[in-house]
Structure formats: C-alpha cells, structure tokens
C-alpha cells in the first residue's frame, strides 16, 4: 500500500520568503511524484512533475527527489499570497496517483 | 476544450437514499478517474478507467458503490444506501497519461 506523508501545516511565510514544502513516501521502488496545488474551495491541479533524483526547475518552483531517502520536497521562491494554497504531494501509483494529505501554505502580506 | 465537467454540484439527501453523479471528461482523454476527498485529506482514489474499460478499483470501496463508462465517453458513480460517512466531494479527472490529471470541480455530497 503506497502512502505520502506530508506535514499538514499550515506553513507561513513572509512575502518574498522561499517556503518549502516537504513530504516522505513509503514505497521505495516508487519512479514518479507530482506536486498539485489546491486552492481553497476548488480541486486540484498540477504545478511540477519529478522522476529523477536532483532537482527540477519551473520558473519560481524548484522540485527535488531524493530516492535514497524516499523524500521530495517544493521550493517556492519569492513567494506571493497568490501562493497561498493546499499543496499535495503525489507518488504515481501505477493505474492511479496517491496523494498526500496536503500542507497548507500561508503567505503573508 | 470545456474542461472536466461534473454534476450536479452539490446533492443533499437523507441516508439510505441512492445518488448518482455525472462526469463528462476532456473529449480527447482516455483515462478517467474518481476520488473522494473529505475535509482536510488529499484525493483518495476510488476508480479508474481506460476507454470503457474498468481496470482498478479502490479495495476500500464497498459494495454500494458502482461506476461505469460507457462507450468511453461520460461516466457515472453510483452510491447505493448512503451513510453520513459517505459525505464528500467527489471528484472526477481525466487525462492522457498518468501524472496530469484534469479534475472537474467536484460534487459535493452531504448526508443527513
């Protein structure tokens, strides 16, 4: 049974401030996790996407997969409250993603 | 491309009732997919399929539960004899492959 587990949060941070998002998976011949991003009262979409270890770079989004570890984590830089949002860590389950439980990020004005 | 589209939005019914919800995917997908997702939690991942085909379905799903795809196209969840535990947004995506997901905006379920 796969499983991701992230902190719920919430996180908060400072306008302009790196928040970084972290989350650990159980299955360690896991290959491929995403980040979707929630906000508030609406469903989930993608925002990066990682299958290799080391990081992965998306305009103010960084992605990193650490496999030895069985640990992902998002870096948001320069962060906006337009930021402000559930961010689900997600492990390709085969026929399926599994998702994380989220983790509430707060960027403050 | 209209997006995923689900209905109805939100459904209000007393418990033992039967509900059904609708979804109608982006046209060029293939693969479609239901969670349930409550307060607080991610996604939970209830059933997929590719075309018409059913290939995975949640083991934690009960016998009250049903979906079907016919000819590939819209797809619908059947509850049977809701409980109050069965309240929940209930999502549906599609998509090409298996990591971008496009989900409708849901349909809220709320048993009384």
């Known amino acids: 049974q796969k499983e991701v587990e992230q902190n719920s949060g919430p996180l908060s941070v400072p306008e302009g401030a790196i928040a970084s998002l972290n989350c650990t998976y159980s299955d360690r011949g896991s290959q491929s996790f995403f980040w979707y991003r929630q906000y508030s009262g609406k469903s989930p979409e993608l925002i990066m996407s990682i299958y290799s270890n080391g990081d992965k770079e998306d305009g103010r989004f960084t992605a990193q997969l650490n496999k030895a570890s069985q640990y992902v984590s998002l870096l948001i830089r320069d962060s906006q409250p337009s930021d402000s949002a559930t961010y689900l860590c997600?492990?390709?389950?085969?026929?399926?993603?599994?998702f994380g439980a989220g983790t509430i990020l707060r960027v403050k004005s | 491309d209209t997006g995923v589209s689900q209905n109805p939005r939100h459904k209000i019914t007393k418990r033992g009732q039967n509900v059904t919800f609708r979804c109608d995917p982006i046209?060029?997908?293939?693969?479609l997919y239901w969670y349930r997702q409550t307060l607080g939690q991610g996604p939970e991942f209830l059933t997929y399929?590719?075309?018409?085909?059913?290939?995975?379905k949640s083991r934690l799903l009960s016998d009250r539960f049903s979906a079907e795809r016919p000819k590939g196209s819209f797809s619908t969840l059947e509850i049977q004899r809701t409980e109050q535990g069965d309240s929940a947004m209930y999502l549906c995506?599609?998509?090409?492959?298996?990591?971008?997901?496009?989900f409708g905006e849901g349909s809220r379920l709320t048993v009384l």
């Open positions: 046209s060029e997908h293939n693969r």
């Open positions: 399929f590719q075309n018409e085909a059913q290939l995975e």
């Open positions: 997600v492990e390709d389950g085969g026929n399926k993603l599994v």
């Open positions: 995506a599609s998509s090409w492959n298996t990591g971008e997901l496009f």
